[in-house]
């Protein structure tokens, strides 16, 4: 789908790149884990509307270990990672309480909230990157999670979308 010497020669990583919508990066997970956590989201914040989970990457079974918030090591296997695009405009201050809500459950990484603070923006990876084992594919549509509990929606998975393919295409032989 992509030239691999474009990408070996420009080492190009295209990022799609929000405030106002909530866009999350759920790394080592299952795609299980993930759509629960979305339901439960759109349970608890039903403004967040609509949900795409899209497949990132794939850690291929390494093993390896994390040291939680509190300090503990835990061991991991390293499993899939996914995004999580949801549809509805909520609101930059709306999007940094969440993501810090998910901080503090340990959801996503403490890190988070400095890279968050520093650049007052969510971005995901949409293009294919170069990696020096080879090159990581570009983040592709997997599941879909409708909001039973809200019914407007603003349409941000359909401006992601527009954006995932027009960057596709940049990558094109």
């Given at each position: 789908m992509y030239s691999e010497q474009y990408l070996q020669q420009h080492k190009l990583i295209i990022g799609y790149t929000t405030?106002?919508?909530?866009?999350?990066?759920?790394?080592?997970?299952?795609?299980?884990?993930?759509?629960?956590?979305?339901?439960?989201?759109?349970?608890?914040?039903?403004?967040?509307?609509?949900?795409?989970?899209?497949y990132s990457s794939n850690r291929k079974d390494a093993k390896g270990s994390r040291i939680d918030r509190h300090g503990i090591p835990r061991h991991t296997f390293?499993?899939?990672?996914?995004h999580v695009i949801f549809?509805?405009?909520?609101g930059s201050t709306r999007c940094w309480e969440i993501i810090g809500t998910l901080i503090d459950l340990d959801i996503e990484p403490p890190q988070v909230r400095q890279i968050r603070a520093r650049r007052r923006d969510m971005t995901l990876r949409v293009?294919?990157?170069?990696?020096?084992?080879?090159?990581?594919?570009?983040?592709?549509?997997?599941?879909?999670?409708?909001?039973?509990?809200?019914?407007?929606q603003d349409g941000m998975i359909k401006q992601y979308l527009a954006f995932l393919y027009a960057a596709r295409n940049l990558f094109l032989h």
């Open positions: 405030s106002q919508h909530l866009c999350i990066d759920l790394d080592d997970t299952s795609l299980y884990k993930v759509t629960k956590l979305v339901q439960l989201m759109q349970h608890d914040y039903p403004e967040l509307g609509n949900a795409l989970i899209m390293k499993r899939e990672s996914y549809n509805n405009n909520i293009s294919p990157m170069v990696l020096s084992g080879g090159i990581k594919s570009e983040p592709k549509p997997c599941r879909t999670v409708p909001s039973c509990c809200y019914g407007k």
